[in-house]
């Protein structure tokens, strides 16, 4: 048998380590993503929401870019984010550009989302405004007594469907984290006392929570999508705003 050439073999293994971990092609091409609305709803929710975790961004040319172009980008509603496949486990997308009409239609719901990621993204490392709240059980929160503690904090109201429908996902997460005393959960609501502790009897929601927060929410916040959830750390630095429970998860996980 002929001996592969040594030289050879260590090209090869340059080669393969170099291109180890490198993003691949897309895990779905783009005609069949948006074949459909059954197709472009099923890939948007496999790999969309993933956006908001350490994703590495390209634009359409593959070339790198941060993260605040890449979200700017699909506010233009012009774009789509290809997953790619990588050997590494990191988060691999790269813009695609759609020119077809019925494409750029899709598009209008990534445009609307990525329009509240570039907002969220554009508040991380920022001080999360100063507070002072007492819940419906008569605790305070402030940013003296608060420092030092990681802070979950969610804002909803009574009515709003995904608000509640999260809110055993939330439970699972507050238990996971019952032996921490470094990790608080609480929540600003729209509604009054009465009202909240009313739906609470029908309605489990672990967190402690806290009533009558509508002008903190939309004016000191200027937050007008629910649920969103800030993850604040122990200097009270914002380190993701997210809406679902999975990104709530991620962030404990990885950014605290």
Known sequence: MKKFPLIAFFLLMLTNIAAFGQPGVPVLKPEEILKSNDSFYNYIGLYFFKLTQDIVPYDAAKKAISKRVFFQKLTTGNYLPLKLSSADGKLYYQLYKVNSAAGKKQLTYIQSFATIFLDHYNRQGKLFPAFSFTDINGNKYDNTNTKG????????????????????????IVAKYKDRKDVLFVSLAFDTQPKLQAFLKRKQFNYQVVAEQRAFITKTLHINAFPTHFIINKNGTIVAVVDNPDEIEYALEHKI
Do not use: F, S
Not at 157 to 170: D, F, K, S, T, W
């Open 149 to 172: 503690k990681t802070v979950v904090l969610k804002c909803w109201y009574i009515g709003c469907g995904r608000c509640e429908e999260e809110m055993p996902e939330l439970n699972a």
